[in-house]
């Protein structure tokens, strides 16, 4: 089993819809939850980056991190065409891993059409 | 602030052949990663260092993969012989010491083994 399961998609959405990412985790030690974002023949960007359970919103991102059920979303509200690109969650360890080691899913491909 | 530079863009080698991929991380950034991202994949660490020394390399094939970064600045990461699987795109990201803070990556070296 992966330590970090993310459903690679495709998934396709019209201009305007409310986009849900998810990913679940097996490993409970994991304390830092970030969401990046690459287009096509880039490398990562960070979007989202959270500590503990709850939500943090930033503009129309909104990630969340539900620890008691190993499971993290991103949302994204009144998606844009600019949106489309794969969307990857990631995860740190810091008991084992030591800072800034993240473990990655394995991306999310989103489109979003006009 | 400039960002992480890369190079080459792209390499088409044939298998047994050597290979070299040069990085440059973001001024005053400490720590320097490589990744690799096979297609369809999230990125997978292959070694991290911390200045000049090396943190994580735990996942590096260290039979045909080498890396080095000196004056803790610049690295080069270097396959010999490469296999057809290494064929991927070879992400660097740097980061600032210390907390877990954001990856900043470069767009990468896709490699191709034929």
């Known amino acids: 089993q992966k330590e970090v399961e993310q459903d690679p998609g495709p998934l396709s959405v019209p201009e305007g819809a409310i986009v849900s990412l998810n990913c679940t985790y097996s490993?409970?030690?994991?304390?830092?939850f970030m969401w990046y974002r690459q287009y096509s023949r880039k490398g990562p960007e960070l979007l989202m980056y959270t500590y503990s359970s709850g939500n943090k919103e930033d503009g129309r991102f909104t990630a969340q991190v539900d620890k008691s059920s190993k499971y993290i979303s991103l949302f994204i509200r009144d998606s844009q065409p600019s949106d489309s690109a794969t969307y990857l969650c990631?995860?740190?360890?810091?008991?084992?891993?030591?800072?800034?080691?993240?473990?990655f899913g394995a991306g999310t491909r989103l489109a979003v059409h006009p | 602030e400039a960002g992480v530079a890369q190079s080459p863009r792209y390499k088409i080698i044939e298998k047994r052949q050597s290979v070299a991929f040069w990085c440059n991380p973001i001024s005053g950034h400490a720590t320097l990663y490589w990744y690799q991202q096979i297609l369809g994949q999230g990125p997978k660490l292959l070694i991290q260092?911390?200045?000049?020394?090396?943190?994580?390399d735990s996942q590096l094939p260290k039979d045909r993969f080498s890396a080095e970064r000196l004056k803790g600045v610049d690295s080069t990461l270097k396959i010999q012989p490469a296999k057809l699987e290494d064929s991927a795109v070879y992400l660097c990201?740097?980061?600032?010491?210390?907390?877990?803070?954001?990856?900043?990556f470069g767009n990468g070296t896709r490699l191709t083994v034929t």
């Open positions: 990631a995860m740190i360890n810091l008991v084992s891993g030591g800072y800034n080691k993240l473990i």
């Open positions: 260092f911390q200045n000049n020394g090396v943190v994580d």
């Open positions: 490993n409970s030690a994991f304390q830092y």
């Open positions: 990201a740097s980061s600032p010491q210390g907390e877990p803070s954001p990856l900043h």
